[in-house]
């Protein structure tokens, strides 16, 4: 069966430093790939995806994710964290054609230090 | 500014009581969802439409209904509310099955 895993729960960093949230994906054939990101109180944004072509895909607000499918992962990177960064971060698999059915991990928290 | 909107914003309720929680988009996106999210098991999709017409079952189905009568509206009904409903609701919507999905802000429902 498809799933998501998002290892950490929750991450603190330091304002500055570089970040980088793990997904972990089981998908049958090439999957369709997301990182979303919600701040308190909002909806889920998204922040980059990943259909096809070059595996590092550039998003909004300096974020990157590198699809590597040796080891099934989509990995969420930021060289320099800033304070408006701490919010939760949802990795996701696309629908398997015709059941629009994405999968999400269950999220990962960052907290910001000044 | 087009995208999502969720009504109401919150809702206290009492249990047995029915309930619609409204969802309109305006992109004309042809597929809509509703998701609840509880504290440690992420989003899980509730129902969705891929065509205005037709619904389809989630994960967790189960006390819920949805219509779609048209391409913008996506109403999410609970019939006789339990506690156990108590979640934050995102409506969503996408192009395609496999396209970005938009969000709403939610509506946080606390069933009593």
């Known amino acids: 069966a498809q799933s998501v895993t998002q290892p950490d729960i929750h991450i603190t960093v330091s304002e500055g430093a570089s970040l980088e949230l793990r997904c972990n994906y089981s998908y049958g054939a090439t999957p369709y790939l997301f990182w979303y990101v919600q701040s308190p109180g909002q909806g889920l944004q998204l922040l980059l995806k990943y259909f096809s072509g070059d595996t590092l895909v550039q998003g909004i607000k300096g974020f990157e994710a590198e699809f590597k499918r040796s080891q099934s992962s989509f990995n969420l990177r930021k060289p320099s964290v800033h304070w408006s960064d701490a919010a939760e971060y949802f990795c996701a698999v696309g629908a398997t054609s015709g059941t629009y059915k994405y999968i999400f991990g269950t999220g990962t928290r960052l907290k910001v230090l000044a | ?112």
């Not at chain 2, 098991?41 to 017409?53: D, K, V």
């Not at chain 2, 006390?63 to 609701?89: I, K, M």
């Open chain 2, 1 to 112: 500014i087009a995208g999502i909107t969720q009504a109401p914003t919150s809702q206290i309720l009492a249990a047995g009581r029915r309930m619609t929680l409204r969802c309109t988009q305006d992109m004309r996106h042809n597929a809509m969802y509703w998701y609840r999210q509880d504290l440690g098991l992420g989003l899980r999709l509730i129902h969705y439409s891929n065509t205005a017409g037709t619904t389809g079952k989630g994960e967790v189905p189960d006390g819920y209904s949805v219509s779609r009568a048209n391409t913008d509206d996506f109403p999410l009904t609970l019939a006789s509310a339990v506690p156990s409903q108590t979640s934050v609701y995102f409506c969503a919507s996408s192009d395609t099955g496999n396209s970005p999905l938009h969000f709403g802000n939610g509506t946080r429902l606390t069933v009593t």
